[in-house]
């Protein structure tokens, strides 16, 4: 599972398109949908901390965790600049480490695409099942077979900005089911009319909703149900994105 590093540093700016505060709401709708109106909530593969900050500016006690140290330390200075009281934690999702439990865990952003095995994705899905209260809430997004076979493809991506710009060549390996994502990026240096040039490479699993479903119900969670992104539909063979609701199961209140 590769982390962000070069990237890190204009995520943000590649990704204004994204109608975050939208996404928000949409999350904040589901987790009070499930009773989750307050309290401590994990960020599961929070990057740059938007997700973080909007869950947090609606009255969650918000923990974040990633496996980019460059990603977190921009996530630290939105924290500086917000004052808010979210506790990031550098580690990676396949063995992340909690202190206690929490309400529920939000994974959105395709963040469970980056585990590339099913192994590994059962046991993201079973240490959620371990840090959630009784009865708490899941709540993760994933990219879909179509998506990255379809829709995506094997296409080559460029953008440009006053001071950065990247090359975003894609291929699909269809009997794997792994996307691959090689970037090359063009930063202009500090104080500097030079840009400097990185590449990064980084990989996706395709998975379908039978295996995301099979992967939860091994690992201990409860499946509740899934949604086409940003609706309440079900999801179809041309579903892009699908939203998935889980729950915690075993614990008992005492």
């Keep these: 599972m590769e982390a962000y590093t070069s990237f890190a540093s ?7 398109n994204i ?17 989750v109106y307050d309290g401590l909530v994990l960020d599961l593969g929070c990057g740059t901390g938007t997700m973080t900050e909007i869950l947090a500016a609606d ?50 952003c395709d963040s469970v695409n980056y585990i590339t095995e099913e192994e590994d994705l059962e046991e993201v899905f079973r240490l959620v099942n371990n840090y959630l209260d009784p009865g708490g809430i899941f709540i993760f997004d994933f990219n879909t077979v179509y998506k990255y076979k ?15 710009s990247f090359i975003w060549d ?28 990185y590449v990064e490479t980084h990989f996706q699993k395709a998975y379908n ?27 179809s063979d041309e579903s892009e994105r699908i939203y998935v609701i889980a729950r915690e199961r075993g614990k008992v209140n005492e």
């Design 10 to 16: 204009v995520y943000d700016t590649f990704m204004d």
């Design 19 to 35: 109608p975050y505060e939208e996404w928000g709401a949409y999350l904040r709708d589901l987790l009070k949908e499930y009773g």
């Design 59 to 108: 009255g969650y006690d918000m923990i974040g965790i990633d496996n980019s140290e460059e990603m977190l330390e921009i996530a630290a200075e939105k924290k500086e600049g917000s004052g808010s009281d979210i506790l990031y934690l550098l580690q990676d999702m396949r063995e992340f480490e909690l202190y206690g439990t929490v309400k529920a865990v939000v994974s959105i």
């Design 150 to 164: 379809e829709v995506i493809g094997s296409q080559t991506i460029a953008e440009s900005r006053e001071d950065c």
């Design 170 to 197: 894609n291929y699909y390996y269809e009997d794997e089911e792994i996307n691959e994502y090689e970037l090359s990026l063009f930063i202009k240096e500090k104080d500097s009319e030079l840009y400097k040039k």
């Design 209 to 235: 909703l039978e295996t995301i479903r099979r992967l939860i119900e091994q690992s201990g969670l409860e499946f509740i149900i899934a949604y086409n992104a940003f609706s309440r539909e079900k999801p």
